[in-house]
């Protein structure tokens, strides 16, 4: 059974830093591809970055290409966002997924597992 578990949420002034992390279980992590995406109250879930098995492909929602790192630490089982410069408009709650099958993508569908989310609170 697999399971992600986000951490590192919270509260944060603008400008402000965040890591949020996601530990996995219950599959071949270094086989698979991982992605963050967050969803903000009344907006439909967004892709935010992906990165790929060993951490030599990533990409990002334009919006947060230069502030966000997404990474990996596959001794660890355990994927990161760091996120800095944060605006109020990245307040969101924000989700780790696992994409299996389809390899690197900005589409949420095709990722077959997601933890269950951390909230992130920019305050202006």
């Known amino acids: 059974q697999v399971q992600l578990v986000e951490s590192g949420g919270g509260l944060v002034q603008a400008g402000g830093s965040l890591r949020l992390s996601c530990a996995a279980s219950?599959?071949?992590?270094?086989?698979?591809?991982m992605g963050w995406f967050r969803q903000a109250p009344g907006k439909e879930r967004e892709f935010v970055a992906g990165?790929?098995?060993?951490?030599?492909?990533?990409f990002y929602v334009d919006s947060v290409k230069g502030r966000f790192t997404i990474s990996r630490d596959n001794a660890k089982n355990t994927v990161y966002l760091q996120m800095n410069s944060l605006k109020p408009e990245d307040t969101a709650v924000y989700y780790c997924?696992?994409?299996?099958?389809?390899?690197?993508?900005?589409?949420?569908?095709?990722?077959?597992?997601w933890g269950q989310g951390t909230q992130v609170t920019v305050s202006s």
């Open positions: 997924a696992a994409n299996r099958v389809y390899g690197l993508s900005r589409t949420a569908n095709q990722y077959d597992s």
């Open positions: 219950g599959l071949t992590f270094s086989r698979t591809s």
């Open positions: 990165i790929s098995w060993f951490g030599a492909n990533t």
